[in-house]
């Protein structure tokens, strides 16, 4: 145990030779130690001295001598006197070897006795039978000199009671009212030790302190069997300890005072005082009275000394601070705070018997929280709340969407403005084809603006079967072949899901190679794009040609307000309106509406971005390879221009016009109003005096495009503008030569006006002679380098050129955008699969969130293998300042 104080392991046998206490003798474990020493140290018995006196006194030494021969037994003789008492005789290692540990850490040390004087027996102490010492004397002063556990000569019993109890008595003498109770029994009877769990009623008086030591004295003989079987083990282990504990005492000349400890204590006294409140009163002199939380009650002194017994780390510091307290106090009974007088301690049990008695709830509201006890509960609260929202989010709020079933496997329903329409479904979505947006533009309504379907008469009666495509508005094919029907208002939706949660963004494509036909042209609506991307796509028809812009005095006339002109615009200004409605109805957001416009379509998303008509029905556009030269003649002008078209038709009212057929309007169409491919600007070619189909008609545009952009009023849209860098590539220009050499390259710009300005050879250097760096020329003349400089005038607007080249040409022609967009695009090799994966995130990005990404935006881009903000305006820069472009830009 570590608790109590032992000699070695193997202790001295006495011998005869007893009468010279002065010598020295060795022991079996170590050298030898003067008696003369050991005899300074021992505890003079006379009456009313002190410790310190009885080590000086010689009448002190004698009778401890005496009692040695006397056969008598010492125990824990301190090591700092016999550590003095080496340094002396030259002989402080040897005997720092033998002597045995001390748990006071104070100067006097204990001496070996001599072996022929007297033998010497291990203490044996019961379990649990020490408080740790700091909890009872840290105020305690510590005593200058002690001798054995109890601070006293301990000797054997030999039926001499009397003088036992005299020796003590004498011991102890000038500690008034302090008297040690008597025994009987052996060596373990004449053992002086406390019992923890005895009861020591409280006194101030002599009587009632000798009361309280011969109580406790009673309880610890049931403890003396006990503590021999315990401590025996424990013997051969305090033996190598105390050497190695004797050296570091024996080293300090002078001793320091131990600084109170206050560790363990404090640990244990904080979480007991904040559940069991002290409410003992303090006694006389200031002291408290015994506290329950420090154990000094007599129901708890037995579980705190029990569990400071299971720390063998402690062992030699705890006993060292009891045996201080007992040289200090005569005994360790009255290392113990005590009351004064009985009526405390009934007190005291009481108040502990009350704090036992005490519900949970009334310790839990006297318990106080700590900045740690605070932290844990309320991560507690913080978790169990994050808990109750992902539960209530999951089952409670979770509810399925509102999506419309799905019939036979294919078809699905759903309503509009009109009545119910009824889609089908084609690779994972659903296609609404051929729904009408629109009065039919027939008979009285013919060269009329367009009209909403307001009367329940141009409705449908049941569920319309919108499964197939319905027939395009007249127009005339790059080839010459006319097609259409003049009731075409109608528009396809391709949506990947009908439901009225999670609405998706809608993309409006607006498709036309030219203003006279080839619409859709390439713009056509994707159904496993549109489930691949989350986008709605709407494909509106719109008139074309001279059924959607022609602009005549007499249809001016004949109309209120008079105006005549943009038809297709009206077009697409009422689908977009039918939009706004309906679009709800097929899973789309009608505040995420982006114009996706191809050639002439991009020149008509243009005209429309620029129109006050067209205010909150879309938010941004999309415009590829549009034209850049719009009209800026007044209607009257225009109308005036387009007269040859009534003497081709031979018409002279609006009437005749109404009673023509529709081939024979499409007929009497001029061929320099045609489609025309681009190319290098003839030598002689006038800019002035090429059709307009686009006109400043007073209702649609009442502005130029410029103008607009100019004053930065175009109603907040946003614009992304690009083109291609082969966009001229046509098929016309290729088969004019079977093979474009550098010589026909040269001779071909020779011959035009940039041969006229002297630029030929400057351009050359630019482009290269070969057939791609022709159409590169004339591409950035007609298209890009136009469409530049209307970006210069857009603050919102985004420009891009894709340089990607693919085919047996090797050229990005005017399709290689729109056609990875919408995933028609094929590539070949790793370069053309970046670059499709490019220009697909960089598109929908856009139409999803309204905005090029950060790193890219407000930037000219170079879209090849990645987009890039790289492209090189140069040759903009050149045909720019020499008044190339945009003079000669490209007008639908």
């Given at each position: 145990m570590g608790e109590t104080d032992e000699k070695e392991t193997a202790p001295a046998a006495t011998t005869n030779d007893t009468t010279k206490p002065e010598t020295p003798q060795p022991t079996a474990d170590g050298p030898e130690v003067e008696a003369k020493e050991t005899e300074k140290l021992l505890p003079e018995p006379e009456p009313k001295r002190s410790p310190v006196a009885q080590a000086g006194n010689p009448q002190s030494k004698a009778a401890s001598s005496e009692n040695v021969a006397n056969g008598e037994e010492?125990?824990?003789?301190?090591?700092e006197a016999l550590a003095d008492g080496a340094d002396k005789d030259g002989k402080k290692d040897a005997a720092a070897t033998e002597q045995e540990p001390t748990e006071t850490g104070k100067p006097d040390k204990?001496?070996?006795?001599?072996?022929?004087?007297?033998?010497?027996?291990?203490?044996?102490?019961?379990?649990?039978?020490?408080?740790?010492?700091?909890f009872f004397n840290k105020n305690k002063d510590k005593p200058k000199e002690a001798d054995g556990a109890d601070n006293e000569l301990l000797e054997k019993h030999g039926g001499e009671n009397g003088g036992e109890a005299k020796e003590k008595a004498a011991a102890e003498e000038g500690k008034p009212g302090e008297e040690k109770p008597k025994r009987t029994g052996g060596f373990f009877a004449n053992l002086k030790l406390r019992n923890p769990f005895a009861k020591k009623p409280a006194a101030t008086d002599a009587t009632g302190?000798?009361?309280a030591?011969?109580?406790?004295?009673?309880e610890e003989e049931k403890d003396e069997v006990t503590a021999e079987a315990t401590d025996k083990p424990a013997d051969a282990e305090a033996a190598g300890d105390a050497a190695e504990e004797k050296k570091p005492a024996a080293e300090g000349d002078e001793p320091e005072v131990q600084a109170p400890k206050k560790g363990l204590l404090e640990a244990l006294r904080v979480p007991l005082a904040s559940i069991i409140p002290k409410r003992f009163k303090p006694v006389s002199g200031g002291e408290p009275d015994d506290d329950i939380e420090l154990g000094k009650t007599p129901k708890n002194r037995a579980g705190l000394a029990s569990m400071e017994t299971l720390d063998d780390s402690l062992k030699d510091a705890d006993t060292k601070d009891t045996v201080d307290a007992k040289g200090a106090n005569g005994t360790d009974g009255e290392a113990l705070v005590k009351p004064d007088d009985k009526e405390a301690k009934d007190k005291a049990a009481e108040a502990e018997e009350d704090a036992q008695e005490r519900s949970l709830l009334q310790r839990v509201q006297s318990y106080r929280c700590s900045v740690d006890d605070i932290a844990i509960i309320a991560g507690v609260v913080i978790f169990l709340i994050l808990?109750?929202?992902?539960?209530?989010?999951t089952f409670v709020g979770k509810s399925e969407p509102i999506t419309a079933p799905v019939r036979d496997g294919k078809y699905?329903?759903?309503v509009t403005n009109c009545g119910r329409v009824e889609g089908i479904l084609e690779d994972g979505s659903f296609a609404f084809r051929g729904i009408p947006y629109a009065v039919p533009p027939v008979g009285p309504n013919r060269w009329k603006a367009a009209q909403p379907i307001e009367s329940i008469e141009n409705c449908w009666n049941g569920t319309l079967k919108a499964h197939n495509s319905t027939p395009v508005c007249w127009q005339i094919y790059a080839d010459g072949k006319v097609d259409g029907a003049e009731d075409c208002l109608t528009l396809d939706v391709i949506t990947p899901h009908v439901r009225y949660d999670n609405p998706l963004p809608v993309v409006v494509l607006v498709g036309a190679e030219s203003f006279t036909g080839d619409s859709p042209g390439k713009l056509r609506p994707?159904?496993?794009y549109a489930r691949a991307r989350d986008v709605i796509f709407v494909r509106p028809n719109f008139r074309l040609n001279v059924f959607g812009f022609l602009a005549l005095e007499q249809l001016t006339k004949s109309t209120h307000p008079p105006t005549s002109g943009n038809y297709g615009l009206t077009d697409l200004i009422v689908a977009l309106k039918w939009i706004q409605l309906n679009i709800p109805h097929f899973g789309g957001d009608p505040k995420s509406v982006t114009l996706f416009g191809h050639r002439a379509g991009g020149t008509i998303v243009t005209a429309l971005a620029s129109s006050n008509k067209t205010s909150k029905l879309f938010a941004r556009t999309w415009i590829s390879s549009g034209a850049a030269i719009f009209p800026g003649n007044p209607l009257a002008e225009s109308e005036k221009e387009n007269a040859l078209y009534m003497s081709k038709i031979r018409c002279e009212d609006s009437n005749c016009l109404m009673e023509k057929e529709d081939e024979e309007i499409l007929d009497a169409v001029p061929d320099v109003w045609r489609r025309t491919f681009p190319d290098l600007p003839a030598a002689d070619e006038n800019a002035t005096a090429r059709h307009e189909w686009l006109v400043l008609d007073g209702n649609i545009m009442q502005q130029h495009p410029a103008d607009v952009w100019s004053a930065d009023v175009s109603?907040?849209?946003?614009?992304?503008?690009g083109s291609t860098t082969h966009e001229a590539h046509n098929t016309k220009l290729h088969l004019k030569y079977t093979e474009w050499t550098p010589e026909l390259v040269t001779r071909h710009v020779n011959e035009s006006v940039v041969g006229r300005l002297g630029l030929t050879e400057e351009a050359l250097r630019r482009y290269n002679a070969t057939y791609q760096g022709l159409v590169a020329m004339v591409s950035d003349i007609r298209t890009i380098c136009p469409l530049l400089t209307i970006t210069q005038k857009l603050q919102s607007s985004q420009f891009y050129v894709v340089s990607q080249t693919g085919g047996e040409l090797g050229i990005a022609d005017v399709d290689s955008d729109v056609q990875a967009i919408l995933g028609r695009y094929e590539p070949k090799t790793p370069e053309q699969r970046r670059y499709v994966s490019a220009i697909q995130q960089l598109f929908y990005h856009y139409v999803s969130h309204g905005e090029i990404k950060h790193e890219l935006r407000k930037k000219l881009l170079d879209i090849g293998q990645d987009a890039l903000p790289t492209y090189n305006t140069d040759n903009c820069l050149f045909w720019i300042k020499n008044d190339v472009v945009p003079r000669y830009a490209r007008l639908d």
């Open positions: 010492i125990i824990n003789i301190p090591e204990p001496n070996k006795v001599q072996a022929e004087e007297r033998e010497v027996k291990p203490k044996k102490v019961p379990a649990g039978a020490f408080k740790l010492p700091g302190e000798a009361a030591d011969k109580e406790a004295g009673e808990v109750a929202l992902i539960i209530a989010f699905i329903e759903t994707s159904t496993r109603n907040n849209v946003r614009y992304v503008i």
